[in-house]
C-alpha cells in the first residue's frame, strides 16, 4: 500500500497537511514540528512496538539523518520528536496557534486501513 502525505502550511504552530490514498482520497490531516520536518522522499514503513508510547505505530525506515520515525497521534507539534501525527482536523487553538483534532480517531482509522498489511510506503513531497 501507498499513501501520500502532502505538507502545506508551515508556521510557528507546525508543518500540516493531509494524509492521501494511492487514488488521491484524503484519508486525514498530519502535522509534524516545523523545526525537524521529514525530508520529501519516499519511505518504506514497517509497523512498530513504540517503546516510547507504548502502542504499534508505523516507523519509516532510512529517514536521512533520523532514526524512529513513527507515525502516530498527536494534537501539538511539541508533542513530536521528529515524527507525523495523524487527525481529522485542524483548528485554531487559542495557546498554541494550531492543533491537530481527534489525533485517536485518524490514527484508528489509519491503523484499520493499513491492517491487512506489514509494510506500506508513504512518499512525502511539498505542495
Known sequence: M???VERGDKGK???FG????ENGAIICSTMERTDMI???GEYECERYDSPHLGYIVWRLKD???RTNIEIHKANWQDQLLGCIALGM???PDFDKGLELVRS???FDKFMELTKPVDKITIVIHDR
Do not use: S, Y
Request: aromatic share 10%.
Open 63 to 65: 529517514v536521512p539523518g
Open 18 to 21: 493531509t494524509l492521501n490514498d
Open 104 to 106: 485517536r480517531d485518524a
Open 13 to 15: 504552530a507546525g508543518c
Open 89 to 91: 482536523a485542524v483548528q
Open 2 to 4: 501507498k499513501f501520500f
Open 38 to 40: 521529514i525530508p520529501a
